[in-house]
């Protein structure tokens, strides 16, 4: 990008181009505008501008139907080159977690608008993998693929317990919330007595391709719990995208 292009104050406009670029990161392919400008906190006039510049500069791409941007070729080519080379095994990345933690944790990934576990707590027994696979509305682990992947919540909502989110207004509502950067959160929605919290996993170009989850008892998982957050998404940074695939 030409910064001579960014008008007044340079090192600000270029301070936040790159917020823009990690917003669109963070949300994923086909991120709107709107949700962009929102997690990088930037106005949304100055931010459309900034887009405008990031997409012509091949740093952004709008995506087919115009609704919303992906990373565009400068900036795969810029992640791809900042690859470590060594390899990591998730199975040890998620041992050392595992260590940490009192509740289960499991490691999901996002192949074709669907969810799959690729890696299930050897320790703690998770029932009820059919409904999260058939019912993401439910879980943590499903609203982070619905966030980035919206279209998937269309139709009729099922009832899995009485905490479910059935309508699709406030199911919308927490969905924006997470495309904001927070984590997934549930609480008795998919199981009674069951409590999550899921952060996204992104492959080299920074899109989501599958989430970190702890899974744990209601009353003593907390959902708002920071530390445990903050954890998750630190190891979720260590793991191997394109093992979750």
């Known amino acids: 990008m030409a910064v001579r292009d960014l008008g007044g ?29 929102a997690l990088a906190g930037i106005p949304p006039a100055t931010a459309y501008r900034l887009l405008n510049l990031l997409v012509a500069d091949g740093y952004l791409v709008r995506i087919a139907d115009l609704s919303g941007f992906a990373l565009g070729r400068r900036t795969r080519e810029l992640a791809g080159a900042a690859e470590q080379a060594t390899p990591v095994d998730n199975r040890v990345v ?31 027994e998770l029932s009820g993998e059919r409904t999260l696979v058939n019912a993401p ?13 919206p279209d998937l919540a269309s ?18 509502l927490e969905l924006s919330v997470i495309r904001r950067g927070e984590p997934a959160r549930e609480v008795d929605e998919i199981r009674v007595g069951r ?39 630190a190891y979720a940074g260590r793991v191997v995208a394109g093992a979750t695939t």
Request: proline residues 5%; hydrophobic residues 45%; neutral net charge.
């Open 94 to 124: 998620l041992e050392e977690l595992r260590a940490q933690v009192r509740y289960g944790v499991y490691l999901a990934s996002y192949t074709a608008g669907r969810v799959r576990l690729v890696d299930r707590d050897p320790d703690h």
């Open 195 to 233: 409590s999550a919290l899921a952060v996204p996993v992104h492959d080299w170009g920074r899109a989501v391709v599958g989430c970190l989850a702890a899974i744990g008892p209601t009353g003593r998982l907390a959902v708002d719990d920071d530390e445990l957050v903050e954890l998750l998404r």
């Open 155 to 172: 139709g009729p909502l099922r009832k899995v317990t009485a905490r479910t989110i059935t309508d699709p207004d406030t199911l919308e």
């Open 9 to 37: 104050n340079e090192p600000r406009a270029v301070q936040r181009a790159l917020a823009l670029l990690e917003a669109a990161a963070r949300l994923g392919s086909g991120a709107s505008a709107k949700d962009i400008a």
């Open 137 to 149: 509305h439910a879980s943590a682990i499903g609203k982070l693929l619905l966030a980035s992947r």
